[in-house]
Nanobody, 126 residues
Framework: QVQVVESGGGLVQAGGSLRLSCGAS????????MGWFRQAPGKEREFVAA????????YYADSVKGRFTISRDNAKNTMYLQMNSLKAEDTAIYYC???????????????????WGQGTQVTVSS
């Protein structure tokens, strides 16, 4: 089992940048594929990005492709989401999630991830 905790959220102006971190407990972090999801008020939780166990495979939602970068450091048990060129529509609570197995174009649903953090708020002012 793995426990994850997000950090790094905050308030930023449109066009700015933020880097989110997801710290994981346990010695088996490298066994889990990881993902970022977000949920805006009144909307369903949506996929943002995912990364394979060794960081070699990454996947992005079309809405963030070219602006966000997902990465991980297995030695530090940490995953990151670098967010650039932020827009007002990026405002949401961002969640870190972990799953056993691989990630791919078909692992973009929340119910495909077993372990979740509490979320961190990202607010982009226009």
């Amino acid at each position: 089992q793995v426990q994850v905790v997000e950090s790094g959220g905050g308030l930023v102006q449109a066009g700015g940048s933020l880097r989110l971190s997801c710290g994981a407990s346990g010695r088996t972090f490298s066994s889990y594929a990881m993902g970022w999801f977000r949920q805006a008020p009144g909307k369903e939780r949506e996929f943002v990005a995912a990364i394979g166990t060794n960081g070699g495979s990454t996947y992005y939602a079309d809405s963030v492709k070219g602006r966000f970068t997902i990465s991980r450091d297995n030695a530090k048990n940490t995953m990151y989401l670098q967010m650039n060129s932020l827009k007002a529509e990026d405002t949401a609570i961002y969640y870190c999630a972990a799953r056993v197995g691989a990630v791919g174009v078909n692992t973009k649903l929340p119910n495909q991830y077993a372990y979740w953090g509490q979320g961190t708020q990202v607010t982009v002012s226009s």
